[in-house]
């Protein structure tokens, strides 16, 4: 008789396990599994209530499966985390990863005080394997009377715990694999955002968004030097940011409270796991909930003109995994390169368009200008004139006084043209003793004209004054629309007017 009910236990305890295989199989998520299957184990081992949760011992724990009659004040774990603070053996079984029998509760030498008053009588903990970060424990209580675990009761519990220990890890590759293949589609549309001629702030702005999915995060934003305090924007948030927490972040901070400030000047990005256990934290950020925190800079040199990038997961959340790490620091990396490309292919086209001696525009900057100018100057109805500039005498001070000093008319010439006209004019140098200033104004010219001719009359003063006495300089000038549509239209006549006063110039100095 004893043998046929030990058979038939066998038989039963086969049949759940192959059921619990069989599901775990189909829903490759360990973390919950069905009310019949919970019923089923508390029903073979005799227990009062069957829990499953997960969790670490700084996070706190969550309850994903509890069956069975028990207490009610152990429902509290379905709507919130089981904290460190209440005490108990639970916890050495998180950190150890051994299971633990305890037949009587009460007078074990490790208990929670909660669970006491709960009624717990006997209880068995059997932690199973890690899933993204958090350790999976199978509990089973009895409450009342205490009774002891029956060699049955705890090899059914083991296989339990072995069997959800084997989808575990099942489902921590399958985690870990899709981490993998979404990070290094992050990482590569980062890369890609090298190619892109944009800005380095809006490269920051889309490589925070790109990473915002696979990083899991709640808030990123961009951190900019503004002499003595730090300005934040805010270019991505999940629907668990609070809009205070983004005002609290856009107000910005002074640069001695700003850990975006220290991570610019170590040239190092910081990770902060626990926020609120940070000797540096603000407490308006922690009543807002925020959990973990990264400050990576984007910019390397000079701190006082950098670019960090702020990232921040709040609420109950993980800390940075190495995975993340990894992310943002190839990621601002990417970005860095994306920025000091762009900066060597401006400084290229800049020298390509840059006069050497006067460090004006050349002509092929002025050509390039012109066509813009004239192009805005159709679509808004206004003005455009073209100065054709020769200074007078460049041939005699080399001569006299050799072409060092011809170089000093020329840089000083170029000077007192920026001096004399205004900061939106644009001024060349197009030749040897050759310059162009382009100079917008509204329809009519006729006042444009007058004071554009001024101007170059003010600079003519100020290259005097400088130590070329004798200096001299030939103007002529031509006006959209008045003189003509087109860019060599307009070059032609301008030049062949500062020509005809160079002529009259030199009839004057004859006589």
Request: glycine share 8%; net charge negative; proline share 4%.
């Amino acid at each position: 008789m004893r043998r046929a009910a030990a058979a038939e236990e066998r038989a039963d305890d086969a049949e759940y396990l192959a059921n619990l295989t069989l599901e775990l199989d189909v829903t490759r998520d360990p973390r919950v599994i069905s009310e019949h299957v919970a019923r089923r184990l508390q029903q073979l081992t005799h227990a009062d209530q069957i829990c499953i949760s997960f969790g670490t011992t700084l996070r706190g724990v969550r309850v994903t499966v509890l069956h069975g009659d028990g207490p009610p004040q152990l429902e509290v774990f379905r709507q919130q985390r089981f904290q460190r603070a209440e005490g108990g053996a639970f916890w050495e079984r998180i950190e150890s990863g051994e299971p633990l029998f305890v037949d009587d509760y009460p007078r074990s030498p490790t208990t929670s005080p909660f669970m006491v008053q709960a009624g717990v009588s006997a209880v068995a903990h059997l932690p199973f394997g890690s899933l993204d970060g958090e350790v999976g424990v199978l509990t089973a209580f009895r409450f009342g009377t205490p009774g002891a675990w029956t060699a049955r009761e705890q090899t059914l519990l083991r296989a339990t715990a072995s069997t959800l220990g084997h989808a575990v890890q099942r489902a921590q590759n399958f985690l870990e694999l899709e981490q993998a293949v979404s990070f290094s589609r992050a990482l590569a549309q980062v890369a890609r955002l090298t190619e892109t001629p944009i800005s380095l702030y809006e490269t920051a702005r889309r490589a925070a968004e790109i990473m915002a999915g696979p990083a899991q995060l709640d808030l990123a934003a961009l951190a900019q030097m503004d002499g003595e305090h730090v300005i934040h924007q805010v270019h991505f948030r999940s629907a668990a940011v609070s809009a205070e927490l983004v005002r609290l972040v856009e107000q910005g901070l002074a640069r001695s409270q700003s850990l975006a400030w220290r991570s610019l000047q170590q040239n190092q990005a910081l990770f902060v796991d626990r926020y609120q256990d940070s000797a540096v934290r603000i407490e308006a950020l922690v009543d807002e909930s925020v959990q973990a925190l990264a400050f990576v800079p984007l910019t390397a040199g000079d701190p006082a003109r950098g670019l960090a990038l702020i990232i921040c997961r709040v609420g109950d959340a993980p800390p940075w995994s190495e995975n993340d790490r990894e992310l943002f620091l190839t990621a601002a990396h990417s970005v860095r390169l994306s920025h000091e490309r762009q900066h060597s292919m401006e400084s290229l086209r800049e020298a390509a368009l840059t006069d050497p001696l006067t460090r004006l525009g050349n002509r092929r900057a002025m050509e390039e200008a012109l066509l813009l100018g004239l192009e805005e100057a159709r679509e808004t109805r206004s003005g455009l004139s073209l100065i054709s500039l020769d200074p007078d005498g460049l041939k005699g001070v080399n001569d006299r006084e050799g072409h060092d000093r011809g170089d000093a008319l020329l840089a000083g010439f170029a000077t007192s043209l920026q001096l004399a006209f205004r900061r939106e004019d644009a001024l060349f140098r197009v030749g040897g003793d050759e310059f162009v200033v382009l100079v917008k104004h509204p329809t009519p010219a006729g006042t444009a004209v007058s004071g554009s001719l001024a101007c170059v009359q003010v600079a003519l003063e100020k290259l005097r004054d400088s130590g070329f006495g004798q200096a001299d300089v030939s103007a002529g000038i031509a006006t959209f629309p008045e003189d003509g549509d087109e860019a060599e239209d307009l070059l032609r006549l301008s030049d062949r007017r500062m020509y005809l006063q160079k002529q009259e110039h030199q009839a004057f100095l004859r006589t």
